[in-house]
């Protein structure tokens, strides 16, 4: 029987055996505690950029591309400012984060750059992983961090996970704020992804034979669906995607090619004991 509840999948993603990568789309209906409501998709993610007010066509098709122009006309301080005061106001973290973060899994990924997640781990120990792109030299696009007794210290490699881990490959405020929002961020991390440099050698070896849970994702763009593969070492080996509306003709070939289940239900749903 195919899952349609979190608690058909707790057991999997308790174990490792399922990875939960938790994309924007969490926060749909998530308002911060000034009763804005949180950019959950590319379009709200440039209003909030951009002061509420669209931008032409062409710079509406994809965010990075607005970040980018934002970053040229404005400087690079200014885009990551303006994306830093989003959550200025304070928020609740999303009831999926909760319930995911309740599940203790050992790896959860999670594309946003808030703080919601990590907040929710604070009464744990764990290891923090988070994205960086357009870093000179050789070193890697990733910076990592010790969590233990409420502080984040800065580690270089570690040979064992003996915490959970918390990837945000796509950057984050705290403990240091590193953003991967334009166009050049992500052409830099993607590249470095396809060479083998965002992710340490032993999570690279922990991905395999995993599958994934994709929650609060589409996959309508090329970025989209490039991120999701490289995370996942080049190609996804099955899993589920939650997705309540019709996907387009190009998410129905990448999900057919990656071995992706849709879960054709809304979080609220998903979050249901399914009792009866």
């Not at 060479?195 to 599958?211: H, N, Q």
């Amino acid at each position: 029987m195919s899952p349609r509840y979190l608690k058909d999948l707790a057991s999997a993603i308790q174990s490792g055996e399922l990875i939960t990568v938790l994309g924007p789309r969490v926060f749909e209906g998530v308002c911060d505690h000034n009763n804005t409501p949180l950019p959950a998709d590319s379009d709200a993610m440039i209003l909030a950029l951009n002061n509420t007010r669209a931008m032409p066509p062409r710079l509406m098709l994809e965010y990075p591309r607005a970040a980018m122009q934002i970053e040229q006309r404005r400087g690079r301080k200014v885009l990551e400012s303006l994306f830093e005061q989003i959550y200025a106001a304070g928020f609740e973290p999303p009831a999926i984060e909760q319930a995911i973060a309740d599940l203790s899994p050992p790896v959860v990924v999670d594309l946003n750059r808030d703080d919601g997640m990590q907040r929710l781990l604070s009464g744990v120990d764990h290891t923090l992983l988070v994205g960086t792109a357009r870093i000179a030299g050789d070193a890697p696009r990733y910076r990592l961090y010790d969590f233990t007794a409420g502080n984040y210290r800065p580690i270089e490699e570690f040979e064992t996970l003996r915490k959970p881990l918390l990837i945000k490959p796509m950057g984050a405020l705290t403990p240091e704020r590193s953003l991967i929002l334009s166009d050049a961020d992500f052409v830099d991390w993607l590249t470095e992804a396809v060479a083998g440099f965002v992710l340490p050698p032993i999570v690279k070896e922990g991905r395999t034979d995993r599958r994934w849970l994709f929650i609060g994702c589409r996959f309508e763009r090329d970025t989209e669906r490039m991120v999701a593969r490289e995370l996942a070492g080049g190609a996804i080996k099955g899993g589920y995607w939650l997705c309540e509306k019709t996907p387009t003709r190009a998410e129905e070939r990448f999900i057919a090619q990656q071995g992706l289940e849709i879960i054709p239900v809304s979080l609220a749903q998903f979050l249901e004991r399914g009792d009866g």
